[in-house]
Every structure is written in C-alpha cells, then in structure tokens.
T-cell receptor, first 113, second 112 residues
Framework: DTAVSQTPKYLVTQMGNDKSIKCEQN?????MYWYKQDSKKFLKIMFS???????INETVPNRFSPKSPDKAHLNLHINSLELGDSAVYFC????????????FGEGSRLTVL | DAKTTQPPSMDCAEGRAANLPCNHS???????VYWYRQIHSQGPQYIIH???NNETNEMASLIITEDRKSSTLILPHATLRDTAVYYC?????????????FGPGTSLSVIP
C-alpha cells in the first residue's frame, strides 16, 4: 500500500489554465505538506497543514491554494498557470512526535507550455 | 538559507563505504540531525536521525561529533542503487517541518 499517494503523476497544460494535484496519506499523520522542486533541484516548502492550521511560505504566489477536506488529504490548486510553475510537486506527511519522519509521495511533474 | 552545508558531489566505489559529511555548526540543543535521500525522479526517503549519540539502522550509520557541529552518514557497503542525492537537515523534535530548509544536498555516485 502506498503511504503517500498523489495524482496525477504527470500533468501537461497550457499557460493560463487552472489545475489541481491531489494527495492522500494513509499513515494517520497529523501534518501534511506541499513541496516544489524546480529544475535546479532545490526542494522548497510551499505549505504545511496541521489540524486545520495552514502555514504558508510567504514566497508562494496566491495563485496556489491548498485545500484539505480532512486530515488524510491535502490537495493543491493552481490558478492561471505560468511557465515558471513548471516543476515537480511533492506531497509529504509527518507526525509531530519525536521521531517525525517525513514521508514523501512520488511527485507530480507539472509542465506548463 | 539551510542550516547545514554539504559537499555538492562525491564518488564511491561499489562495495566500499560511502562517508557523507555534513556541517551544522549553528545547531541548537533541541535540534536533531536527519538524513534523507532522493533517488532520481522519486520522492525523498528518510534514512536515519540522531541527537548526539551515534545511530545505526538497516540502511546506514550516523556519526555525530561530540560538539554536534558536524555529522557523517555512512553507507557501509555502497551499491549502485545508493546513487542518489543525500540531504542533511536539522529539525526541532516534536515540531512540523515547515521551518526546515533542504539545501542542495550531496549527489553521491556509486561507481562499478
């Protein structure tokens, strides 16, 4: 069973479109995240969501909006896509406890044309 | 900026030990050292973590210096499948990862 799953794995779309990436975790974790990994391979956190508290990285444009229908799901919606949004987006989850390993999904590669 | 610094790349012969260093000279007393790796195109994967004692699991060993300002991840018998980018990060135990910054990591190439 996949611990953190995200769909779609690949997404190709035109500039200006709106798209969503879905994420689900079956680990019972209390915190979920979205990360962006661009062409330079830097892994940057975009959002974290814990018990209905959303923490936003201030550098993320407001075209990006996370939506969490419940503790096991954190979806990413992107409005008015731009060329610079092309990247691999990773969903992750963790427990707040001492161990607190971060579990990542396999990534969603977004290409904006 | 990330609180850790690592060499950008390293090579290791297959079957030999891979020793990956990490500097975290500003680490706080309540911060743990974690190691993750990212095999090409996959999501990063947890390897090991520690506070001040050396740690070992089925994947690797973690050696933390007594002053905790640096650490070394050891893969005892590197295989080709260990070729990946290795990230060293620090994190306060019991908190979320929203303040954790991943640096560029070390790209390890295991050579046949």
């Amino acid at each position: 069973d996949t611990a953190v799953s995200q769909t779609p794995k690949y997404l190709v779309t035109q500039m200006g479109n709106d798209k969503s990436i879905k994420c689900e975790q079956n680990l019972g974790h209390d915190t979920m995240y979205w990360y962006k990994q661009d062409s330079k391979k830097f892994l940057k956190i975009m959002f974290s969501y814990n018990n209905k508290e959303l923490i936003i990285n201030e550098t993320v444009p407001n075209r990006f909006s996370p939506k969490s229908p419940d503790k096991a799901h954190l979806n990413l919606h992107i409005n008015s896509l731009e060329l610079g949004d092309s990247a691999v987006y990773f969903c992750a989850s963790s427990l707040q406890g001492l161990a607190g390993e971060l579990f990542f999904g396999e990534g969603s590669r977004l290409t904006v044309l | 900026d990330a609180k850790t610094t690592q060499p950008p790349s390293m090579d290791c012969a297959e079957g030999r030990a891979a020793n990956l260093p990490c500097n975290h000279s500003t680490i706080s007393g309540n911060e743990y050292v974690y190691w993750y790796r990212q095999i090409h195109s996959q999501g990063p994967q947890y390897i090991i973590h520690g506070l001040k004692n050396n740690e070992t699991n089925e994947m690797a060993s973690l050696i933390i210096t007594e002053d905790r300002k640096s650490s070394t991840l050891i893969l005892p018998h590197a295989t080709l499948r260990d070729t990946a980018v290795y990230y060293c990060i620090v994190r306060v135990a019991g908190t979320s990862y929203d303040k954790v910054i991943f640096g560029p990591g070390t790209s390890l190439s295991v050579i046949p």
